[in-house]
């Protein structure tokens, strides 16, 4: 006996939903269980003195006593990684705008500026950092646009080694480069672990 075409079209929906319910258990079971969040809530200041380019000079952003509310150039944030055991303090140190390659050939695309800001990573976890950390960091201007660091070694001074490698306890400090539009006002760095796939990143007001 023949299944009539409405039998096979029931059929072949029921498949189907089943097949969806299927694919979204399986979506729901291995998907992340962590939220991204961005933290802009320091732990301590970690600069005396840390001069910008890009609003008014820096300084510990808190009185003596007290934990800034916000972090700003000189703060140090809390950051976790993907894996256990992994986590840093990240500062921005210091950043200098307008910055020239060392080479004497490398520079800007028409209509843009290079910018350079130094972070501070510190290993407060019990594993190694490796990683390499211009690929977690942007920068955002005024309007919201983000904008991501470029390969430059300039006249700020020294940038990271690739990869960066931290035993647990240790510090490293380098500049990273930004190439942003030239009337752009960049307002805030970010800086996430991971290469920029770890859940949780620090924000900073630079001005």
Not at 20 to 29: E, I, K, P, Q, S
Not at 134 to 147: C, H, I, L, M
Request: charged content about 20%.
């Amino acid at each position: 006996m023949r299944t009539s075409a409405t039998a096979r079209r029931r059929s072949t929906t029921t498949a189907l939903l089943a097949g969806g319910a299927l694919l979204a258990l399986a979506t729901t079971a291995c998907g992340p269980t962590a939220t991204t969040s961005v933290s802009t809530k320091p732990v301590r200041s970690t600069a005396a003195t840390a001069a910008t380019g890009v609003g008014t000079p820096g300084a510990p952003s808190a009185a003596a006593g007290k934990t800034p509310t916000v972090a700003k150039v000189g703060d140090a944030i809390a950051l976790k990684g993907m894996d256990k055991g992994a986590s840093d303090d990240v500062s921005v140190v210091k950043v200098v705008d307008n910055v020239q390659s060392t080479d004497g050939i490398s520079k800007p695309a028409d209509g843009k500026r290079w910018i350079a800001v130094q972070f501070q990573i510190k290993d407060s976890g019990s594993t190694a950092y490796s990683d390499s950390p211009e690929n977690g960091t942007t920068v955002v201007d005024d309007k919201g646009q983000s904008y991501n660091s470029v390969i430059a070694d300039t006249g700020a001074g020294q940038s990271f080694p690739v990869p960066l490698n931290i035993a647990p306890g240790d510090t490293a400090l380098g500049y990273i480069t930004f190439e942003v539009p030239t009337d752009a006002k960049i307002v805030k760095a970010q800086f996430t672990l991971d290469s920029g796939f770890a859940d949780q990143t620090g924000q900073w007001k630079l001005n």
